[in-house]
């Protein structure tokens, strides 16, 4: 079968997970920089430098080849990648084939309205998708029957991981309830209903299903429709703007995570977060989730212990109390 990732990321695939791999990756590709040869004829000097090289690249796959779950992410990839590839040159296939996989999933109509959705059951929606649509293009049953089956096993795993994994929005309730959808109506049709295109096929089959059937896919529909018009007074509120400072932070939280605190790197990297996190509290929340997720950062484990914190700042209590004010006035 052709270069495709039939793997389904674990259901425990987390922040933790992608700031180790970064690391790795970061710590060996320094300890290949500073091991290049100093005397290209010593053949020993080169032997140890090719082994970091080849460590270094099998590092940078293991980033590059797990799912990014948001655009803070998708972000620390390219740089990871454009410094690998400085001039653009002999830049690996494999590694542009996973960016541009992240940036149609992230991109995508589907994904948009994801924000702050659980990232296991999004991947999991997603790589059940991945597997359907290639049996989808695949009509006349032509492919192999061992490359059909191991399509159908990634779709079994990835159907127990939606079953297993909680939606924390209106849209990851819809991703689950799309594919419950085309498993109860069992119709070539309405396996359709995890994609995000409708066919001729799909609509006509929706026409002469059961009433209940109409009446289900109806409620997904209204589902989507509510979901749309949140998504849209959110961004009417100012939610671009917050979603870039919020991946912005994450992106230099991650770069502080993956630096030892010893490092001469870690103060300037700290002060680049600290950067973000102004940036981020000042900016207004577009809605209550934005504002919880502020609070996290003003009134977290800094302020439980009764250390000096971000609540000390009086810039950030005053954009929080602006936030209350403003979001209470919307809600009457």
Known sequence: MANFALSVPHASANAHDWNAAVSTYRNVASERDAAAPNDWKDAAQE??????????????????????ASFAQLAQKCELVKA?????QHMDGDDCAAIIADVLRLASSGANSTAGENPALVAAFEQYRAAARVLRNDPEAKLPEGESDQLFAVMDVADDALNAEPARTVSGAIMKLRRAFACGAQEAWSDLAVFDDR????????????????MLWGAIEDLQRIATDKTAARLANGGAAWDSALAALVAEQATVDAISIESEAWDDADAKRADALHALVTTPAPDNAALSRKAEY???EAADNGEYGPQWCPDFIAAYVADVRRLAAMEG
């Open 84 to 88: 690998e590839y400085p001039d653009g």
């Open 199 to 214: 066919p001729p096929a799909f609509a006509e089959g929706l026409r002469v299903a059961d009433l209940y059937a109409r």
């Open 47 to 68: 032997s140890a430098w090719e082994k970091l090289v080849d460590r270094a690249s099998t590092a940078l796959a293991v980033v590059t080849k797990t799912p990014a």
């Open 298 to 300: 003003l009134f977290g």
